[in-house]
């Protein structure tokens, strides 16, 4: 059962342009987090954001926690054809998430320039 | 640095074959997973270990085991493959400690695995 529900799934922009990436839960999460993987690659951190109503940046990325820590989103800013992507979103029930974490089924985003 | 390296790279293998997956990692990492990526479901948990010696049951256990002999190693064996088994299998590891937050997962470049 996916408690990670993604949106879009696919999102293909001109470069330059801004957009937000969802990603909602029923369920509360200890914390969530953000990767980014590359074809042929294996998933790499972005982002752990802990606390409700946390914002996080990453020079053109800017990352948010919801109040209720259920839901989060990615928003990119003039975007460049370099964030090109899978974007997944992952959230751990419990502390240092050492049961595994529960994976979003990803948001496919293309940079056209 | 290695990280996490993982073999074979991929492989194609008959229906009904015995197949065992390896991950090793460099890092001294105390937990290692075994997640499976497929089109459309993204990725979900096999099992998990949080320390050498002890193991647990992810999303999608069935048809699959695990063994944590040692810090370093961790494979993933299917007793007898099935084509539903096709799929992207990634090794992660990482360092849990006390905190209250998810400690960063390092994924390894994964295997990718046919099952006719």
């Known amino acids: 059962t996916q408690l990670l529900e993604q949106s879009p799934q696919f999102l293909s922009i001109q470069e330059g342009e801004n957009l937000t990436v969802y990603c909602n839960s029923s369920s509360v999460f200890s914390s969530l987090q953000w990767y980014r993987q590359e074809p042929g690659e294996g998933p790499v951190l972005l982002v752990t954001v802990v606390t409700g109503g946390e914002v996080k940046k990453l020079k053109r990325l800017t990352f948010q926690f919801g109040d209720a820590r259920k839901d989060s989103s990615l928003h990119i800013t003039a975007a460049q054809p370099g964030d090109t992507g899978l974007y997944l979103c992952?959230?751990?029930?419990?502390?240092?998430?050492?049961?595994?974490?529960?994976f979003g089924k990803g948001t496919h985003l293309i940079i056209q320039p | 640095i290695a990280g996490i390296t993982q073999a074979p790279t991929s492989q194609i293998l008959a229906a009904g074959r015995r197949m065992t997956l390896r991950c090793t990692q460099d890092?001294?990492?105390?937990?290692m997973y075994w997640y499976r990526q497929d089109l459309g479901l993204g990725l979900r948990l096999i099992h998990y270990?949080?320390?050498?010696?002890?193991?647990g049951k992810g999303e999608v256990p069935d048809g699959y085991s695990v063994s944590r002999a040692n810090t370093d190693d961790f494979p993933l064996t299917l007793a007898s493959a099935v084509p539903s088994q096709t799929s992207v299998y990634f090794c992660?590891?990482?360092?849990?400690?006390?905190?209250?937050?998810?400690?960063?997962?390092?994924f390894g470049p994964g295997t990718r695995l046919t099952v006719l």
């Open positions: 890092m001294r990492h105390n937990a």
């Open positions: 992952a959230g751990a029930k419990r502390g240092g998430g050492a049961d595994g974490l529960t």
């Open positions: 992660a590891s990482s360092e849990v400690g006390t905190s209250f937050y998810a400690d960063e997962q390092f």
């Open positions: 270990s949080n320390t050498a010696g002890t193991t």
